[in-house]
């Protein structure tokens, strides 16, 4: 068959790429993405030879009606997984109509497109599966205690986790209302190779190695609970194999930590790669804590393990030191980013 994936050319998109191509041989892959500021096509530079031939990129914009009516023309997608979204949750403080715009209207756009293809003289098309990538920040903060599970009332604090929260909702009401087959999953924070800068770990990384400030809101003391990319993707596919349709799973690497434990954790780790003792705890500093900040999340995640067998396969201790080295050994593309030399390269050619 032939999958859609959207959002293709960023962190989670373009590592699922990396697993579908590889996990399912015979099938096709089209990627999809805007290339916006967190699209960057050198996160699928790695596709090898032998799965090129089983991959294509499209650059559109999930709002586009037409465009997404175009593609769904020429392909015939058995399956959509989701991952286009606006995502850092400082970007939607200062500027939240993008988020509105790609996260709930364009979710809407793709599934009128698998409605009008995939439901036929009266019948859904067997075999067919829209899947939304969601995110544990539609619950909201969690006290010191408890756990958030699929039955937990969504409650977002941010226009990012309410525009996220939005289109679970109708993600939920085309299978309800229609039938549509859908399924939706959500994670807690991830991490691994390819994660766009501004983000938590790879940001610690970058700074330390400049010996530049490690900005910590707060206290520091905000908990997440950390999953490591590869098993995301792992859970993704099983997700999109054998849930039932209207199924919702959260997905997490049963990993709390406070931010302020993981910036020390990096900094201990690039010292003993890189023996730098300008990298060191006095770069940490504290800055004004961000609006609507919410204090804890952790994933219950037994229902995906308990229905479709999944486990986090990746220990945090083993996947935070192969994401240090990772950086440490790309710091080209590091550079390439926070420098915005990829944008204005594929700003003209945007082809692999």
């Not at 392909?75 to 403080?93: C, K, L, Q, W, Y």
């Not at 961000?290 to 990746?314: C, F, M, N, T, V």
Request: glycine share 8%; charged share 20%.
């Amino acid at each position: 068959m032939t999958v859609l994936v959207t959002g293709a050319a960023g962190f989670i998109g373009a590592n699922f790429v990396y697993h579908l191509l590889d996990a399912r041989p015979a099938e096709r892959v089209v990627g999809l993405d805007k290339l916006t500021y967190a699209g960057n096509l050198d996160n699928l530079s790695a596709i090898s030879e032998a799965c090129r031939e089983r991959f294509t990129f499209q650059k559109a914009d999930i709002t586009d009606a037409e465009a997404i009516a175009g593609l769904f023309a020429k392909h015939d997608f058995a399956a959509v997984v989701n991952f286009a979204a606006e995502t850092h949750v400082d970007r939607s403080i200062h500027g939240p109509q993008v988020f509105l715009e790609t996260n709930i209207l364009g979710t809407h756009v793709l599934l009128e497109a698998c409605k009008k293809a995939w439901f036929v003289d009266g019948k859904w098309l067997a075999g067919h599966r829209f899947l939304q990538v969601s995110t544990d920040e539609v619950y909201g903060s969690l006290g010191p205690a408890g756990l958030f599970s699929e039955s937990t009332p969504l409650d977002p604090h941010s226009p990012y986790s309410a525009s996220k929260a939005s289109a679970d909702l109708v993600v939920q009401a085309y299978h309800d209302t229609y039938g549509m087959p859908t399924a939706i999953t959500r994670c807690s924070n991830n991490y691994g190779p390819y994660q766009f800068p501004e983000k938590l770990i790879p940001l610690m990384i970058r700074n330390a190695l400049a010996h530049e400030k490690l900005p910590v809101y707060g206290d520091g003391k905000h908990v997440r609970d950390w999953l490591h990319v590869s098993d995301h993707c792992r859970a993704i596919d099983l997700v999109l194999e054998r849930a039932a349709p209207g199924s919702v799973y959260n997905i997490g690497g049963m990993n709390e930590h406070e931010n302020i434990a993981i910036v020390k954790l990096i900094i201990k780790k690039l010292n003993a790669l890189t023996h730098d003792a300008g990298i060191n705890e006095r770069l940490i500093q504290h800055v004004e804590d961000r609006l609507g900040h919410d204090r804890r999340y952790a994933i219950d995640a037994s229902k995906i393990g308990r229905e479709l067998g999944w486990r986090p396969q990746i220990e945090f201790a083993e996947g935070i030191e192969s994401t240090v080295a990772w950086y440490l050994e790309n710091r080209d593309w590091t550079e390439k980013v926070v420098s915005g030399e990829y944008m204005e390269f594929y700003a003209k050619n945007y082809t692999l």
